[in-house]
């Protein structure tokens, strides 16, 4: 109404601009199961394009949903936050996936791809490889903290108004980078300083068992990981979005333990004040 153009009841339709019908559930599944773009194509009788173009549809789909899922959402947990290491294409190009879930829902509120420059031990000869690469792009120094601090920025007005109603806690592993990232973000900074919000660091060589604050992260990181293609460019960012809107939306039960319904996974993200504890 307000750009004063009519739209049919086709033009917001999974199955616009499209000459066949697929089973966008049977597409989601097999996502989310790390079945393989060809495999599912083979299966489905359809082109490997065909398959790329629906799960575009998907995933802009899946935007929208967890859009507007996030309307109103209010922080009632703490929350962890920790990245995981994988390449993108080759290992000259190692990225960091920096993800923030809820300590007790396992909701993932956000995640951050960061390319990084190629690190560790190396012969004479990929060394010279990456000092050609470098001539052409090289990451900056602070990517991994400038990174870190727009996904905490993007979630700060959440933690902020969350943590006038309780003292909420921050769970990360003692990287260096978090604690800069988050002086990066005014709001967090003063919440920090005025004691509404707690950084607390977990050594990483901690055993990631159901008793360490950052075993939501490992708990939806292995879910993550083989689900979407990371170590491939393309399609990952398509892929990571319609598993995201599963992961949070869609299943009903986590593995590894800990088993709770999806009324009592809700009740945990919405509610103002009420923390479930599981």
């Known amino acids: 109404k307000s750009c004063g153009k009519t739209c049919s009841t086709q033009t917001f339709s999974l199955h616009y601009w499209t000459h066949t019908t697929e089973d966008y559930q049977a597409l989601l599944k097999g996502i989310c199961s790390c079945s393989g773009l060809r495999q599912h194509a083979r299966f489905t009788d359809v082109s490997?394009?065909?398959?790329?173009?629906?799960?575009?549809?998907?995933?802009?789909?899946?935007?929208?949903?967890?859009?507007?899922?996030?309307?109103?959402?209010?922080?009632?947990?703490?929350?962890?936050?920790?990245?995981?290491?994988?390449?993108t294409r080759s290992q000259y190009f190692p990225n960091n996936i920096s993800i923030l879930v809820g300590c007790h829902s396992d909701y993932l509120y956000g995640a951050v791809h960061t390319l990084l420059r190629r690190k560790g031990r190396m012969t004479a000869s990929q060394r010279e490889h990456r000092c050609r690469i470098d001539v052409y792009w090289r990451p900056p120094?602070?990517?991994?903290?400038?990174?870190?601090?727009?996904?905490?920025?993007?979630?700060?007005?959440?933690?902020?108004?969350?943590?006038?109603?309780?003292?909420?806690?921050?769970?990360?592993?003692?990287?260096?980078?978090?604690?800069?990232?988050?002086?990066?973000?005014?709001?967090?900074?003063?919440?920090?300083?005025?004691?509404?919000?707690?950084?607390?660091?977990?050594?990483?060589?901690?055993?990631?068992t159901t008793v360490n604050p950052l075993?939501?992260?490992?708990?939806?990181?292995?879910?993550?990981?083989?689900?979407?293609?990371?170590?491939?460019?393309?399609?990952?960012?398509?892929?990571?979005?319609?598993f995201l809107c599963d992961q949070n939306l869609v299943k009903t039960t986590v593995p590894f333990s800990r088993p709770f319904t999806k009324l009592l996974r809700r009740s945990a993200r919405f509610q103002d004040k009420q923390v479930v504890d599981f």
């Open 215 to 242: 075993f939501p992260v490992n708990s939806g990181g292995l879910v993550l990981f083989p689900a979407v293609p990371f170590s491939s460019k393309q399609m990952h960012y398509s892929q990571f979005s319609i």
């Open 48 to 87: 490997f394009r065909v398959v790329q173009n629906r799960i575009r549809h998907l995933a802009r789909n899946c935007l929208a949903v967890i859009d507007g899922a996030a309307d109103g959402l209010a922080l009632g947990e703490d929350l962890a936050m920790d990245g995981f290491e994988s390449f």
């Open 141 to 208: 120094a602070d990517a991994l903290r400038s990174d870190c601090a727009l996904l905490l920025a993007d979630h700060a007005p959440l933690i902020d108004s969350a943590s006038r109603l309780r003292p909420l806690t921050l769970w990360s592993d003692r990287h260096p980078q978090y604690p800069l990232a988050l002086q990066m973000v005014p709001a967090l900074t003063a919440a920090l300083a005025q004691g509404r919000l707690l950084h607390r660091r977990v050594s990483s060589r901690a055993s990631r």
